[in-house]
T-cell receptor, first 114, second 116 residues
Framework: AQSVTQLGSHVSVSEGALVLLRCNYS??????LFWYVQYPNQGLQLLLK??????LVKGINGFEAEFKKSETSFHLTKPSAHMSDAAEYFC????????????FGPGTSLSVIP | GAVVSQHPSWVICKSGTSVKIECRSL??????MFWYRQFPKQSLMLMAT?????????EQGVEKDKFLINHASLTLSTLTVTSAHPEDSSFYIC????????????FGQGTRLTVV
């Protein structure tokens, strides 16, 4: 079975500060890993994904994440927070199988303080 | 990527009535679609996997007779909440997967259902 945990249901950072959102997963098979962002009353937007290859993945809006198999982690970072980054962030996992369900973590709400 | 459109974006209905939510894949033929439910301040929970031309596969604990799913074409899946109750009020989101190995998952904008 697969599962995702996100340490910290709420994270606050100052504008311009480093953003670090933590994600750990468990999977019995090689996983695909994703980070999604959700703004209030909207659907999900894909920030970045890891499937195979390079373990440091760059996404949109300056975000990046590093897949560390030994730590079963896929933490999301951004060097400098912007006010527009305030949103809900979800880490997700799916099996390396076509059309398999995506399992979401509980989410982390990011606040950016001016 | 795939463009996924849901309709309506929000709906208010009376207890005991049924509500249909549409999920359309506008630029991709989706043999499989996924329906999620999200309660306030919570994560997305998979309700069911919608398969074109066959019965949906429901997750444990989801009542298939209450949440009717029809995937009649490669571009449309519908979720009907039957005999809705206030506890069914939630945000419903559909998803399609594309790309080789289905590595990309795209989501609709969601439907806010409020049952009064």
């Amino acid at each position: 079975a697969q599962s995702v945990t996100q340490l910290g249901s709420h994270v606050s950072v100052s504008e311009g500060a480093l953003v670090l959102l933590r994600c750990n997963y468990s999977s019995s098979v090689p996983p695909y890993l994703f980070w999604y962002v959700q703004y209030p009353n909207q659907g999900l937007q894909l920030l970045l994904k890891y499937t195979t290859g390079a373990t440091l993945v760059k996404g949109i809006n300056g975000f990046e994440a590093e897949f560390k198999k030994s730590e079963t982690s896929f933490h999301l970072t951004k060097p400098s927070a912007h006010m527009s980054d305030a949103a809900e962030y979800f880490c997700a996992v799916k099996r390396e199988t076509s059309y398999d369900k995506v399992i979401f973590g509980p989410g982390t709400s990011l606040s950016v303080i001016p | 990527g795939a463009v996924v459109s849901q309709h309506p974006s929000w709906v208010i209905c009376k207890s005991g009535t049924s509500v249909k939510i549409e999920c359309r894949s506008l630029d991709f033929q989706a043999t499989t679609m996924f329906w999620y439910r999200q309660f306030p301040k919570q994560s997305l929970m998979l309700m069911a996997t919608s398969n074109e031309g066959s019965k949906a596969t429901y997750e444990q604990g989801v009542e298939k007779d209450k949440f009717l799913i029809n995937h009649a074409s490669l571009t449309l899946s519908t979720l009907t909440v039957t005999s809705a109750h206030p506890e069914d009020s939630s945000f419903y989101i559909c998803s399609v997967q594309t790309g080789q190995g289905a590595t990309e998952a795209f989501f609709g904008q969601g439907t806010r259902l409020t049952v009064v």
